[in-house]
Every structure is written in C-alpha cells, then in structure tokens.
C-alpha cells in the first residue's frame, strides 16, 4: 500500500463556470481513515469520484504511491485502480445471495473455487455475517445490507476504499453500531479509507483524519481533535462542532486560547477598535453569578441536559448547557471558562 496524494485538484463541469473543485492538495497517509467533511454542494463528493475514476480532474493530478492515476491530459479507469466503492445505495444485486454478492468481484477477476469461496467466508466473518451466506438481500436489515457491501469491498483487498456518506439511509440506532462497523473494518483491513460525510459527528467518531470543504475549497486539514479545538477560519468554527462565534476587541498578543479573564477585559473593553472572532462551544459557557449578563431565549431538554440558546446584553447570541431546568425569557449571569480565538 502507499499514500494517495490529490495535488492541486481542480474540476469544472461547465466551460468558463464556477469550479466544483478549486485547487485541492492533501495526503492521505497508507493506511490512514480521512473524512471529507462539509454541506451540500460543497465538492466532496466530486473528490470522492475524480479518486475512483469516475471523473477526470480539470486539472492538477491523483498519486497513489508512485503511480500517477490522473491528471488533465491521462485517466486509469477505475477497474484497475484496486480501490473498492461503498454506495449510499448499498449497491446489491437483489437476485444473488449474500455470498454471491461479496464473491462478485472475485468471478469478474476469474478467481474461482474453493480458493474464491475461502475470500467470501472470510470477509463475511470480518462482518460478522457469515451465518447470512445464503440469504438474499431483501431478507436482510438496512445495516445488514451495508455490512455485505462491506464484505464485498474487503474481499478484493483494495488499497483504497472509498465511501460515499454510507450511512445516510439507516436510522440513529444502526447508525450508531455501523460506526463501529466501520472502525473494526479499517482496523481488519489496514486499507486506506476515504468517507464522504456532511455530519460531523460521523466525521469525528471514525476518521482518523478530517478535511474541510466549503464551496469546492479545502479549508482544514487535521486530526478530529484539532479540527474541533483548534479550527482555521470562521468557515471551519462555524460547520465543526455547535459553537457560537463572538465579535470582541482584540485581545493583545497573539495567545489564541482565552480563559475568561481574557475574554471579560474583552467584554468590559471600548466597543471601538479591532475586532476579533471568538469561537465558545456551549460546554464552555456556565450559569455563574460572577458572571456577565444574558436572557435565555430558548430551552430545549435533551434528555441528560437543557440546551440553551442566550442573547447577550449587545445582542450577540451564545449556546450553553445547563444540568438544571431554566425557564425561557430568564435573566441569568454566564461565565466563559475557555474560547478560542480564529
């Protein structure tokens, strides 16, 4: 295996139209989970094809190790690139077994006999379905179906698999247990895996890496922890995570986490001069009669807390969590124990 570089990636679809894709350059290191994370519209998913072979860059160029698998001018078709595609679709042939589904690929390489047989169990057991080998997909569950396109991703030993936002069709519940579906896949595998995705809990809970896109642009690239700590830009504090973004006096100095000593000389500060972009998640923000002021417009009970959406005193809007019921319309006091400054 080896790593897929995209360099300087560009698509249009349209001649003298707004790109798709504009200039994208990452590394995807061998072996490594990356989730490309953004809205609608955004270009990942036009990524995710121009790596499988299904369209051709604008410009710039796709690397997987030594290989030059596209640029402007030469295309290797996707049927010799090794890499294996997971649809939101599932992609199954209804009138095949499971068996004969996962085994798919193998019979279309000529691989046959007990030698292909041995593939399929293998890769249904590393999906925990090989008790299902006979069954035909509509006696199957939607996270048992996505479980077999899977399979039949692993049984062909890919180098890359490519996964285009697969969970989007399943319900929160198996939702939740493909999530670790996926994680014992990249973990049996070793492939390197790439995962369309606009919900960044699903980018957060599996990639090991996660790039950021918005309007055919890469804006970040980093670990889950950094992307949601430490954001580049508005764009990225604004799509990652549910913070809210402040405008305050700049703080002096170039120190990007304020504690909220910081942030109040920012609150108490002349209203004039340079401003700043601060980024508060709602963990962040606590009930605290030492506090500064804001009105609670509206509650929401989530279960094992209250969401709170505020309005500050300058009209500027925060969110904040609270383990106690607070009634609408209420005038509290909110500390900011940490922010981020972009």
């Known amino acids: 295996m080896a790593k897929l570089i995209l360099n300087r990636l ?46 051709q860059p604008s410009d710039g160029s796709i ?50 006999g007990e030698k292909r047989q041995t593939k399929v169990r293998e890769a249904l057991a590393s999906v925990r379905l090989e008790n299902y080998a006979d ?52 973990a049996r595998s070793g492939a390197t895996m790439i995962y369309v995705t606009h919900d960044q809990a699903e980018a957060m809970a599996l990639a090991t890496d996660v790039a950021v896109m918005s309007e055919g642009r890469l804006l970040q690239v980093a670990t889950p922890e950094e992307i949601y700590a430490r954001p580049e830009g508005r764009l990225v504090g604004g799509l990652v995570g549910q913070g809210a973004i402040l405008s305050l006096p700049s703080p002096t100095g170039d120190k ?5 000593q910081a942030l109040r000389a920012g609150f108490d500060a002349p209203v004039e001069g340079q401003k700043a972009d601060i980024l508060v998640r709602p963990q962040d923000v606590e009930i605290s009669p030492d506090g500064i ?30 383990r106690q019921p607070v009634d609408a319309g209420a005038e509290v006091a909110i500390v900011i124990r940490s922010a981020w400054r972009l």
């Open 135 to 186: 069954r035909r997909p509509a006696d199957l569950s939607g996270g048992q179906r996505q479980r077999v396109a899977l399979a039949r991703c692993l049984v062909t030993e890919p180098d890359v698999v490519l996964l285009d936002e697969p969970l989007a069709n399943l319900d929160r519940h198996l939702r939740q247990e493909m999530e670790e579906t996926f994680r014992e896949f990249h």
């Open 256 to 260: 990007r986490s304020l504690d909220w």
């Open 10 to 55: 560009s698509k249009t679809f349209d001649l003298g139209g707004r790109p798709a894709v504009h200039d994208v350059s990452l590394t995807v290191r061998d072996g490594g989970f990356l989730a490309l994370l953004g809205p609608s519209g955004c270009g990942k998913t036009t990524v995710l094809r121009m790596i499988a072979g299904f369209e």
């Open 293 to 322: 002021k804001a009105t609670v417009r509206s509650v929401l009970f989530e279960g094992e807390r209250y969401a709170l959406r505020l309005t500050l005193a300058d009209g500027q809007a925060l969110r904040a969590f609270s």
């Open 63 to 112: 690397v997987l190790g030594e290989r030059v698998l596209a640029d402007a001018g030469e295309m290797v078709p996707p049927e010799h690139r090794n890499m294996a595609m997971v649809f939101q679709s599932y992609a199954l042939w209804p009138h095949m077994t499971v068996a004969e589904n996962v085994g798919y690929p193998l019979k279309v390489r000529g691989i046959s």
